[in-house]
């Protein structure tokens, strides 16, 4: 029964956190209860070494640059004119407000990687004009909750810098493995759209002479340039300076949030409150993150100690599981735990775990890391804890209901998990881009 103890600790663990116990105390508390309990308060000492350890890993910190970044760009208004001029562009196409959404979604993942800013901002100004314009209420919610999570899989992606650290590979090569992918996932996103715009044109129409002509006089050519100089002139800072070689991802980072400001106060919407807000929200999301990880840090350690690892190899050899076979299992796993736990949890839970596994079976971690953050992305959009679902559905009309966003979502998990299924048997579709 006691070389099971590693088990029932991670399903104890489990159990409390879908009961809605704080995670990062649940993590932690439970760790040393039964590390005190089999071993003693001397095993502790490690702990706080790995935690030293964590303050002193400077890749970390560009986690709460990003979420500076993301959050203050939110307040400059790039969103809002970089949807409207792309509302302007494609308006006149069947479908062409649902595929300004997905671009501009991909161009501010490119620049920012904030989930909630993204679906939040989109929801706000896409979803009403996409349902007067007569697009059915959950093909327009569907396409504005994955296109705003694809700041998961799209560089720079705190999932992706998150993901470096807990596979101990570099985060540099992980943003650079997961262009390639993103891209084709948008251009996945696009071609659903299209081919569903020619099988429904009842529930994603063109745009009126009217509307488009609205679009049109609102907006000056100057005004036009700058929605796109600017969003380009981050992704250049951030991603660019990171495949360059100029920078490292953190370095990018700081770059980022300074650049972020500045873009806030060309503007002219930077002012104390706006910063007041901004430092405020990076500074609770930051500190959820690193509580978690040292929680997860704890649970990692007495896992370990109870020989949880050995356990698990152990398990795999008796089921003669090949590499393919994990890799599967273990996609499954991530998929089934996205629909009732939050990605940060899941990455400081269960990727520490099955690391060791990987490396042991002689599989490529950039690979692997590509494949969980595509996983991860679908934990945004499945019920019923599907954040960018919570986030839309806050800013929806009230004729936007539920129902509508789940039904709306369907397609896109669909295509994402073909698509992660694709990553699976053609792993060099991550180094498309070298």
Same mark, same amino acid.
């Given at each position: 029964?006691?070389?099971?103890?590693?088990?029932?600790?991670?399903?104890? *663990?489990?159990?409390? @956190?879908?009961?809605?116990?704080?995670?990062?105390?649940?993590?932690?508390?439970?760790?040393?209860?039964?590390?005190?309990?089999?071993?003693?308060?001397?095993?502790?000492?490690?702990?706080?070494?790995?935690?030293?350890?964590?303050?002193?890993?400077?890749?970390?910190?560009?986690?709460?640059?990003?979420?500076?970044?993301?959050?203050?760009?939110?307040?400059?208004?790039?969103?809002?004119?970089?949807?409207?001029?792309?509302?302007?562009?494609?308006?006149?196409?069947?479908?062409?407000?649902?595929?300004?959404?997905?671009?501009?979604?991909?161009?501010?993942?490119?620049?920012?990687?904030? *989930?909630?800013?993204?679906?939040?901002?989109?929801?706000?100004?896409?979803?009403?004009?996409?349902?007067?314009s007569g697009y059915g209420p959950a093909i327009s919610t569907g396409v504005i909750a994955s296109s705003g999570t694809l700041g998961q899989i799209i560089p720079p992606s705190i999932v992706l810098v998150l993901l470096g650290s807990v596979?101990?590979?570099?985060?540099?090569?992980?943003?650079?493995?997961?262009?390639?992918?993103?891209?084709?996932?948008?251009?996945?996103?696009?071609?659903?759209?299209?081919?569903?715009?020619?099988?429904?044109?009842?529930?994603?129409?063109?745009?009126?002479? #009217?509307?488009?002509?609205?679009?049109?006089?609102?907006?000056?050519?100057?005004?036009?340039?700058?929605?796109?100089?600017?969003?380009?002139?981050? @992704?250049?800072?951030?991603?660019?300076?990171?495949?360059?070689?100029?920078?490292?991802?953190?370095?990018?980072?700081?770059?980022?949030?300074?650049?972020?400001?500045?873009?806030?106060?060309?503007?002219?919407?930077?002012?104390?409150?706006?910063?007041?807000?901004?430092?405020?929200?990076?500074?609770?999301?930051?500190?959820?993150?690193?509580?978690?990880?040292?929680?997860?840090?704890?649970?990692?350690?007495?896992?370990?100690?109870?020989?949880?690892?050995?356990?698990?190899?152990?398990? $795999?050899? #008796?089921?003669?599981?090949?590499?393919?076979?994990?890799?599967?299992?273990?996609?499954? $796993?991530?998929?089934?735990?996205?629909?009732?736990?939050?990605?940060?949890? $899941?990455?400081?839970?269960?990727?520490?775990?099955?690391?060791?596994?990987?490396?042991?079976?002689?599989?490529?971690?950039?690979?692997?890391?590509?494949?969980?953050?595509?996983?991860?992305?679908?934990?945004?959009?499945?019920?019923?804890?599907?954040?960018?679902?919570?986030?839309?559905?806050?800013?929806?009309?009230?004729?936007?209901?539920?129902?509508?966003?789940?039904?709306?979502? @369907?397609?896109?998990?669909?295509?994402?998990?073909?698509?992660?299924?694709?990553?699976?048997?053609?792993?060099?579709?991550?180094?498309?881009?070298?």
């Amino acid at each position: 029964m006691t070389e099971y103890l590693p088990l029932i600790l991670f399903g104890v *663990v489990f159990i409390a @956190i879908l009961l809605g116990y704080p995670v990062a105390f649940t993590l932690g508390g439970i760790a040393v209860l039964v590390g005190v309990f089999i071993f003693d308060t001397d095993f502790f000492y490690l702990l706080s070494l790995r935690i030293y350890g964590i303050m002193q890993n400077f890749v970390l910190l560009a986690v709460p640059l990003f979420i500076f970044m993301g959050i203050m760009l939110e307040k400059s208004g790039i969103a809002e004119r970089l949807l409207h001029t792309m509302s302007m562009l494609f308006g006149k196409f069947r479908g062409g407000l649902a595929i300004a959404v997905v671009i501009v979604g991909a161009m501010l993942a490119a620049s920012t990687g904030i *989930v909630g800013a993204t679906v939040v901002t989109m929801g706000l100004i896409s979803l009403p004009t996409m349902l007067k314009s007569g697009y059915g209420p959950a093909i327009s919610t569907g396409v504005i909750a994955s296109s705003g999570t694809l700041g998961q899989i799209i560089p720079p992606s705190i999932v992706l810098v998150l993901l470096g650290s807990v596979l101990n590979v570099s985060v540099g090569s992980l943003f650079l493995a997961a262009i390639g992918p993103g891209i084709c996932l948008v251009t996945g996103y696009l071609v659903y759209i299209i081919v569903y715009g020619q099988l429904s044109p009842q529930r994603i129409p063109k745009i009126s002479k #009217e509307q488009f002509q609205e679009f049109k006089n609102e907006g000056s050519s100057g005004e036009i340039l700058k929605s796109f100089i600017f969003p380009f002139l981050l @992704i250049l800072l951030v991603p660019g300076s990171i495949f360059v070689g100029i920078a490292s991802p953190t370095e990018a980072a700081g770059v980022g949030a300074f650049g972020a400001v500045m873009l806030t106060g060309l503007s002219k919407k930077l002012h104390l409150k706006i910063l007041r807000e901004v430092t405020q929200e990076t500074t609770k999301l930051t500190s959820m993150i690193f509580m978690i990880l040292i929680g997860a840090t704890a649970f990692s350690l007495v896992f370990r100690a109870l020989e949880g690892d050995k356990l698990l190899l152990n398990l $795999i050899a #008796e089921a003669q599981l090949d590499a393919t076979r994990f890799l599967l299992l273990v996609m499954i $796993i991530v998929f089934v735990c996205g629909f009732f736990i939050d990605f940060i949890e $899941i990455i400081f839970i269960i990727v520490p775990v099955v690391a060791p596994i990987f490396v042991s079976l002689g599989v490529d971690l950039v690979w692997i890391g590509v494949l969980l953050a595509l996983n991860l992305q679908t934990s945004f959009l499945t019920p019923p804890f599907g954040f960018a679902l919570f986030y839309l559905k806050g800013t929806a009309p009230p004729e936007v209901k539920t129902k509508h966003l789940y039904q709306g979502i @369907i397609p896109f998990v669909i295509i994402q998990l073909a698509f992660l299924g694709l990553l699976i048997l053609f792993p060099n579709l991550v180094y498309l881009v070298k």
